[in-house]
């Protein structure tokens, strides 16, 4: 059986959220059980830790311990994932990798921070074009910092219904005090625009100064983030509400060269010309080029061509420029 501090060990584990070290202690109560004679039910918990890892690497539950599942109201609004992805993984100018850096330090050293008396950045706006990694960015720091990604539903959340929608804003403010996440309010701005009622830009207004209050107040651990597209949006009131504004832009030249090389992996050729992939390139964003590297990767495996070379590669740039945001291909002169 479990000794009194494996069981101690396993109860931490779930409750940091550390899925890692959850299934290292399964591993070690079942070898301790082996050791005193009862194979059967040691090899019973080795299968059901193989079951966890399976799951797991099909993305079935997260590399946490999911102790987060919203329920009842709160299900409709909070979408959970535990997501694995690093700031490594993205490509970004030196300043925004920087400033988000300094939130993951900061947040790993939460308490020595708060028992100074100081408060540790977690409120953060995202601004920047669309598909230059705005979500990306919420995925990776919850992914740094193992923590659960609660991604807000606006469009459960927002209802013709001031008192109602302040409700529900209310729900998810209180759900980050009691679980510790990132919480993640994408496109805030947007969503309002599309509900194409007569009063929308007061209705987002209200709604939004429902949350600028809400934010003011909250003081918990978890991070929040808010994303848009419309720098228009931003006025003096908003920056103050946030500890940081983080922006985003396309990728200059250098990063769509590193963009293409993270991304087509062994699929790269070896000979690039990095000018004409940077020419192709100019003036689109991060999820278009990649976008337009899996075009390429998936040519290689089609044709049975090891890498893709700088032909391939601009034609599938080229590919992806000639779509309009829709997805459907503009027909060329
Ligand atoms: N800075 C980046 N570095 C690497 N890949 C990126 C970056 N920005 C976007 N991508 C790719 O494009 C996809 C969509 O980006 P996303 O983060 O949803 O953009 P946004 O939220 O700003 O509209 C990502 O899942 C990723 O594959
Ligand atoms: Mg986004």
């Known amino acids: 059986m479990a ?5 101690k060990a396993l109860l931490k584990s779930y409750s940091e959220g550390d899925g890692d070290h959850f299934l290292t202690v399964a591993v070690q109560i079942a070898a301790h059980t082996a050791r005193s004679g009862k194979g059967k039910l ?6 059901l830790v193989d079951e966890i890892k399976r799951k797991q690497s099909a993305g079935k539950i997260g590399g946490s311990v999911p102790i987060a599942r919203p329920a009842g109201e709160l299900a409709g609004l909070l979408s959970v994932s535990y997501p694995k992805t690093t700031l490594a993984e993205m490509v970004l100018s030196n300043e925004t990798r920087g400033q988000l850096k300094r939130v993951v330090r900061e947040q790993r050293h939460l308490d020595s921070i708060r028992s100074h008396g100081y408060a540790p950045r977690r409120k ?3 601004v920047g074009p669309p598909g230059c990694g705005k979500t990306m960015t919420a995925t990776a720091l919850a992914g740094e910092m193992k923590l ?6 606006l469009h459960g959340l927002i209802t013709k219904f001031m008192g109602e929608t302040a409700a529900k804003l209310h729900l998810i403010f209180d ?3 009691q679980t510790r996440g990132v919480y993640f309010f994408d496109e805030f701005d947007a969503i309002g625009v599309d509900r ?31 994303a848009t597209n419309y720098v228009a949006m931003l006025d003096d009131a908003l920056f103050r509400r946030f500890d940081d504004v983080i922006a985003y832009s396309k990728p200059d030249s250098q990063q769509v060269d590193a963009l293409v090389k993270n991304r087509l992996g062994r699929f790269l050729g070896s ?3 990095w000018k004409k992939v940077d020419d192709a390139a100019r003036g689109l964003s991060h999820a278009e080029i990649a976008r337009a590297c899996d075009e390429a990767a998936k040519e290689c495996i089609l044709g049975g061509i090891e890498r893709a070379d700088t032909k391939a590669l601009v034609a599938a740039i080229n590919g992806r420029r000639n779509m309009d945001i829709r997805g459907t291909a503009i027909p060329s002169k």
């Open 3 to 7: 000794t009194a501090e494996q069981v």
């Open 42 to 47: 040691a090899q019973e918990l080795r299968d």
């Open 124 to 126: 953060l706006l995202l």
């Open 148 to 153: 659960p990604l609660l991604v807000v539903q």
């Open 175 to 177: 759900a980050m005090t």
């Open 196 to 226: 194409g009622a007569k009063n929308d830009v007061g209705e987002i207004r209200r709604v939004l100064n429902s949350f600028l209050q809400f934010l003011e107040q909250d003081d918990s651990d978890s991070i929040v983030i808010a």
């Open 271 to 273: 000979r690039i010309s």
